[in-house]
């Protein structure tokens, strides 16, 4: 379980975030949403200290990781992975070589242990025979692919996902929001996925936390956000003509 | 201020250099690669550069000295002295920023913006030491040796365009080499390559890692890269001058 308390975030006179609080639970997706630019990056990063919040507090398994010394930092970074939105593999090394990445940094284990949980999460993402190829090589969806796959090497307690689905076409998209699903409920793992895709949060949205201009305005699950009375969350989910026709549908028109 | 702001945080990113450590056999592998693309993707604009600039050095220096009474392997003992004191450690240094800084300074800035810096920063690796220190070692032992191959190619061109050319018989060339030859200055020469590798490697490490923005902000780091290498350089040329070189 991951718990922020009051995160704030300003970049010189701008303020990005605005004393965010929540729970974001183990074992199921938790997603935060908003429209672009409303600070749901920045906040992922905070969670994860990429960026350092300005206020406020995070705890992962009640470990204060905001107030927590070098060592604990390290310790709780070791059980992150994390699935960035381009990929961010490393180009000089081949699809092999970064999902083994972790492994050989962090993880004390015989290079043949190593070989077979590699081949075992690539298998797991689909990726099969894709262990030689160079980042280059790789389509959109493959890199999202190995992303997660070096991500979830290392059998990560946390999972970040920063918009996994940009760029994707909807079929890849469903491929990568199933995988997630799986792979959090499989694990167990305490999952949060930073996204604006009404699919995705249709599909895995569990437990959603809705941000508007810096804020925390909606917190619930994908059965209530129809519904929510938030004038901003009906904005952003009926946004889409494809939830307009849902929701027209639904009241008879 | 900004100024002073900058060396602040050029000294932290340095001492970052050494915190939380990877183990030693991970960084042998990386500077050995480091060294491979440093000394090979190199040696051949140095060899290239040196001997041309040794044989201009000595065309120019025959050009300048008419006096009759000045004896001709004169001429080689001042392509000495202007190789291994400027010209193989400083403005080879000049190259060395603009081909070895500025592939750095890109490699860091676009790993930076393509978030793979971030990457390694999740998993708890410290990534200055892991991506900036082994460049910085490799650096520092390379430049020493590209610089006594400059010297060579610089030393060898002179004396091909000297005898080719009938500037000056062999004889003579060699004899002016060897003539009042103070060794010390090949000690300077590795002083300053030293110095030289480190202040190149780390300031474009420095310019690269912190890279914010896009494609194009990588492109304004390399150059920025390049010419704050170029003016450390030179600067501590000076230092260095002032320091061994200048009578007590």
Known sequence: MIEIKDISKSFADKQILKGISGVFEKGKP????????????????????????????????NRNFTEGNKSLKIEVRREIGMLFQGGALFDSKNVEENVRFPLDMLAVMPRDEKQDRVNLVLNRVGLQNANKKMPSELSGGMRKRVGIARAIVNNPKYLFCDEPN???????????????????????????????????????????????????????????????GVKELDDFVFANKVMIAMRDKNAGH | MGFLKEIGKYFIFLGNLFVNRESFKTHYKLVVDECLLIGIDSILLFVLVSTFIGAVSTVQTAFNLV????????????????????????????????????????????????????????????SINYLVLPKIVASIMMY?????????????????????????????????????????????????????????????????????????????????????????????????????????
């Open chain 1, 30 to 61: 938790n997603l935060i949403i908003g429209a672009s630019g409303t600070g749901k990056s920045v906040l992922l990063k905070c969670i994860v200290e990429l960026i350092k919040p300005d206020a406020g507090f995070v705890f992962f398994d």
């Open chain 1, 166 to 228: 940009s760029g994707l076409d909807p079929q890849t998209s469903i491929l990568i929001d199933e995988l997630i699903q799986s792979i959090t409920s499989d694990y167990d793992t305490t999952t949060i996925v930073v996204t604006h895709d009404m699919n995705s949060v249709m599909g895995i949205g569990d437990n959603i936390m809705f941000i508007y201009q810096g804020e925390k305005l909606w917190e619930g699950g994908k059965s209530d956000i129809t519904h929510s």
């Open chain 2, 67 to 126: 006096a009759p009474y000045i004896p001709k392997y004169v001429i080689s003992q001042v392509v000495r002295e202007m190789t291994v004191l400027e010209l193989a450690p400083t403005v080879m240094a000049i190259v060395y920023a603009g081909k070895v800084g500025s592939s750095m300074s890109g490699n860091l800035g676009t790993m930076r913006i393509t978030e793979q810096i971030d990457a390694l920063e999740v998993m708890g690796i410290n």
């Open chain 2, 144 to 248: 020493p040796l590209l610089v006594i191959v400059s010297g060579v190619c610089a030393l060898t061109g002179g004396y091909l365009v000297g005898v080719i050319t009938g500037i000056l018989a062999p004889t003579e060339y060699i004899y002016g080499i060897r003539y009042l030859f103070n060794d010390f200055t090949i000690t300077f020469a590795l002083i300053k390559a030293l110095t030289f590798g480190f202040l190149v490697a780390s300031i474009s490490s420095y310019k690269g890692y912190y890279t914010t923005g896009g494609a194009l902000e990588v492109g304004i780091s390399s150059t920025k890269a390049v010419t704050t290498s170029v003016i450390a350089v030179l600067l501590a040329d000076y230092v260095l001058a002032q320091l061994l070189l200048s009578p007590a």
